[in-house]
């Protein structure tokens, strides 16, 4: 990683597995969504989410600021809440209304977060369920700062 003094080939550990990230995306409690106001400028907040071996899921009030800004720009960036061994995802957050979806996500939350919720958290006409597609990623190990900075890049599908 030129300018952070990383290191390279047989110097460096090598690129950290999509696996080690995984972990990371399934275990964070929180995540930081990070959308954009109208104007531009970066509006960030923590949410609860839950991540299924492709997608990240998240909900918010349908009113909310980064639901807003996410239905006017879906691109986003989302962050695991350790900042010592992070993984920072790009990507595009879409709104999901298909009933299995919800249901489907409601079970992870509930399962992750130790909750009973009900559809009712999940339902569109008050709250917006997001998926969020990954166009790339960034992950490093806090100890082996210049030896594991990895990048994944996703195919999209567009």
């Given amino acids: 990683m030129p300018g952070y003094g990383v290191l390279g080939g047989a110097e460096g550990t090598g690129l950290l597995p999509w696996s080690w990230a995984e972990e990371r995306l399934a275990g964070s409690h929180n995540y930081w969504v990070i959308s954009l106001w109208p104007d531009g400028r970066p509006h960030a907040m923590p949410v609860w989410g839950v991540w299924d071996s492709r997608y990240l899921w998240f909900s918010s ?23 010592t061994d992070p993984v920072v995802m790009e990507g595009y957050a879409e709104v999901v209304k298909e009933v299995s979806d919800l249901v489907e996500v409601l079970a992870l939350v509930n399962a992750k977060y130790s909750t ?20 790339w990623a960034f992950g490093l190990v806090g100890e082996d700062f210049e030896g594991s900075p990895t990048r994944w890049v996703f195919d999209t599908g567009e």
């Fill in 116 to 135: 009973d919720y009900s559809m009712e958290l999940m339902d569109p006409a008050a709250n917006a369920t997001f998926r969020v597609r990954l166009t």
């Fill in 61 to 83: 009030g349908g009113r909310s600021r980064k639901t807003r800004n996410l239905i006017a720009d879906p691109r986003c960036v989302v962050a695991v809440e350790n900042a």
